[in-house]
């Protein structure tokens, strides 16, 4: 994306999207992390000169391993492989939860960064570096972990915001891997030789950014106040709430919420909600069938009949997902979807479902009002999708950008080179520039009450 920002003017300008396609080799599930470094300098080959300077943002979590002559060891692994089967469980039972969280802050996640290191061979590695800081190094030459991505490799102290040298000795991990930490708006380096010729922009400042597209997303939500609830929904969703400090109480560790970083400090109260996964990996099965027309279907099947249970990890994986939704349906004694759209009724539905319980139990773990919801990212595009999670959780629901997370990305940026102000007046300016569509609730809260309490009742 190139992208011009200025006092009252915030554009965006495509120049280049790529699949991001995991491959399986040997039986391990990878990211073809060198494709995606081509795209990146054809993306950059294609932007018009004068560039200020570029900003990298990713997923999080994921990461690849240095050798000491700063060359990368093998393709980084998928966080959806199983090679992390079973091991939280082990270092949950070995260090304890209280300790992990009270540590940490964060959710408890199969494939969180200590987890997989925990499942990798590490012998021969040097430097760890999460995805958008090894694209960073790769353009530049200059390594370093940028805090708000650092933030879900649950080994980042939540309140100290440095690495946790107490979880990497008790966990056996060698802390020299790990290098410095950087913020949201601190210059990285400018595109080293190779990488400056193949891209035609010689000089060109590499900025952190919050390297975490969470981070960026949520920092772009075109809030007007503090009473708000986000949803960054897109592969994942991403629900929660924005706070000055994170909340460490049994509770929030039981609700299995999350304390990620956040651009300029603040804290990234959120659960992971398993997202539009669940109707991508059902299209990629039907053989990717034309999505308006299946969602417009899905709006007149009857609502709230099958359900399933958006946080169940056994979505996690690749795969025959509509079979896994009608097994897992008819496990818990309620109607098997019947057909595409019924399929997609019913992962909506459950989606809508997941949000209500996650914006509800954020607001009550937290003790933040939420007066409205800001849907964020790809999933804004689905009015089904909003107008279900206005209707479920009785709030309003406030849809767009569907781009957040490159409008936060460019905004650290901007900030960073004095052409933008802080959160609030980035928020405005998001706010002031950017499509925006409103969903009111219905106001019958009561079938969604319903359907909450059928699906929390165990399976029949
Ligand atoms: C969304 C996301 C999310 C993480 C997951 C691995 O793209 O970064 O915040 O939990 O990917």
């Known amino acids: 994306m190139a992208a011009r920002v200025g006092p009252r003017t915030l554009e965006l300008d495509e120049l280049r999207r790529f699949p991001n396609r995991p491959v399986r080799v040997n039986g391990t599930l990878h990211w073809d992390v060198l494709g995606l470094y081509g795209n990146v300098l054809d993306g950059l080959r294609s932007a018009p000169s004068g560039l200020a300077s570029v900003g990298v943002d990713s997923w999080a979590v994921d990461y690849g391993l240095l050798d000491g002559s700063g060359a990368l060891l093998g393709n980084p692994v998928h966080y959806r492989d199983p090679r992390t089967d079973g091991v939280m469980e082990r270092i949950r039972a070995e260090v304890g939860d209280d300790l992990l969280y009270q540590a940490s802050g964060l959710q408890f996640l199969p494939f969180n960064t200590i987890y997989q290191l925990a499942a990798d061979d590490l012998s021969r590695a040097r430097t760890l570096l999460l995805i958008p800081d090894l694209l960073a190094y790769w353009l530049t030459g200059e390594t370093g972990a940028e805090r708000t991505n650092a933030s879900t490799t649950g080994l980042l102290d939540v309140r100290t915001g440095a690495w946790s040298n107490d979880l990497l000795s008790r966990l056996g991990l060698p802390a020299g891997i790990l290098p410095p930490l950087r913020d949201p708006g601190s210059p990285i380096g400018v595109l080293r030789p190779d990488a400056a010729a193949e891209t035609g922009h010689p000089g060109l400042p590499v900025v952190a950014v919050g390297s975490h597209d969470t981070a960026s997303a949520v920092a772009a939500v075109p809030a007007t106040t503090d009473r708000f609830a986000y949803i960054s929904c897109g592969t994942w969703s991403l629900v929660g709430v924005e706070l000055d400090a994170p909340v460490l109480t049994e509770e929030s560790r039981k609700a299995n919420f999350t304390n990620e970083g956040g651009v300029d400090g603040t804290v990234r109260y959120l659960r992971n909600v398993m997202g539009l996964w669940l109707l991508q990996e059902c299209l990629r099965t039907w053989g990717d069938p034309d999505l308006p027309a ?74 933040r009002d939420v007066e409205v919801v800001h849907l964020v990212g790809g999933g804004s595009r689905n009015d089904l999708l909003c107008r279900l999670t206005a209707d479920a959780s009785g709030l309003p629901v406030v849809a767009g950008p569907v781009e957040a997370t490159a409008l936060g990305n460019v905004l650290a940026q901007a900030r960073a080179l004095g052409a933008a102000g802080g959160l609030a007046e980035s928020r405005a300016l998001v706010a002031g520039t950017q499509p925006l569509r409103r969903f009111a609730p219905s106001g019958d809260t009561d079938r969604w009450d319903e359907a909450a309490a059928l699906l929390a009742s165990p399976a029949r």
């Not at 099958?306 to 979505?315: N, V």
């Open 294 to 367: 299946l969602l417009a279907e899905a709006a007149h099947v009857p609502g709230l009949r099958s359900l399933i249970d958006a946080g169940d990890p056994e979505f996690l994986p690749p795969g025959g997902m509509p079979a896994r939704i009608a097994a897992h349906c008819r496990r818990r004694g309620l109607p098997v979807p019947e057909g595409r759209a019924a399929t997609v009724r019913c992962v909506l539905d459950s989606l809508a479902l997941a949000h209500r319980a996650a914006i509800r139990q954020a607001a009550a773990l937290s003790g």
